[in-house]
């Protein structure tokens, strides 16, 4: 729930939208909207629900516990992400907030918190926490998608599951140096992003041996696993998403 360009707020919601749609408010965002920002009736503002693109809404109820809003029209049409899942292990609680946000505002259409072998156990994840980090910093960036965040659940089963056809940007510490180099296969994708302790032997041979999996270094330098994040989803997106 963020201001965005300096004078409209922008707020995510679940209901659809549409002309003259009227929406109600949850308590939350009443409260957020009314007490917060300190917004009343007749004020405009920008809702988005990943579906129906970004629409101009005015409030035409304001309470402490809801509200309503009313649809008025469509200001920007619904942009998806490229088809690209965003793979990692978390980290420590603030690092593993920040992945989540720059994997929204770079352009994912799916992030998934991963269990590696070197997965530190302290490295809780709440998944509401991170689908909420995900929804602010779509409604920030400006998009008008929020993409699903999932629970954490292990690589090994995760990879077992594998969709044949999506390939997998394997980010392997121990290519550092190579050629920062991708295939130029189009298609739905995936970036894989290791925990602080990297990927273990076991992992790397296993992932070395999946036909949709490729191995790519990201520099001559070892990265944080939250700038490899960053760094991964620009080469991607550069080489073969919707930046270029
Ligand atoms: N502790 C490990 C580094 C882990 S860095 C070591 O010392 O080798 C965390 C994750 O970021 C890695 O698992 C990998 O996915 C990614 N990463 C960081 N630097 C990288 C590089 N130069 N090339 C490819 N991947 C990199």
Redesign the pocket.
């Known amino acids: 729930m963020v201001r965005f360009m300096a004078s409209k707020v922008r707020l995510y919601v679940e209901h659809p939208l549409g002309e003259g749609q009227s929406v109600p408010l949850t308590r939350e965002q009443a409260h957020y909207l009314f007490g917060v920002m300190r917004l009343g009736e007749g004020d405009v503002i920008s809702l988005i629900n990943s579906r129906d693109g970004e629409w101009d809404a005015s409030v035409e109820k304001a309470g402490k516990k809801g509200g309503i809003l009313l649809c008025q029209a469509q200001t920007a049409p619904l942009q998806l992400p490229p088809d690209l899942w965003f793979l990692f292990a978390p980290i420590r609680k603030e690092r593993t907030a920040f992945i989540v946000e720059k994997a929204v505002e770079m352009g994912a259409a799916k992030v998934m918190p991963v269990q590696t072998d070197f997965t530190q156990s302290v490295n809780r994840v709440r998944q509401d926490k991170l689908q909420a980090h995900a929804v602010e910093a779509a409604e920030q960036c400006g998009g008008t998608f929020v993409p699903p965040v999932d629970d954490l659940a292990k690589l090994s089963a995760v990879l077992k599951d594998w969709p044949a056809d999506r390939q997998v940007m394997f980010?392997?510490?121990l290519?550092?140096g190579d050629p920062v180099a991708l295939p130029d296969l189009r298609g739905p994708w995936a970036i894989?992003?290791?925990?602080?302790?990297?990927?273990s032997p076991a992992e790397r041979e296993m992932l070395r041996g999946l036909p949709f999996a490729h191995p790519?270094?990201?520099?001559?330098?070892?990265?944080?696993?939250d700038t490899?994040a960053v760094a991964a989803l620009t080469v991607w997106q550069q080489a073969l998403g919707d930046w270029t």
């Open positions: 980010c392997d510490e290519l550092i894989l992003i290791g925990p602080e302790g990297g990927f790519v270094s990201l520099g001559p330098r070892i990265l944080r696993a490899a």
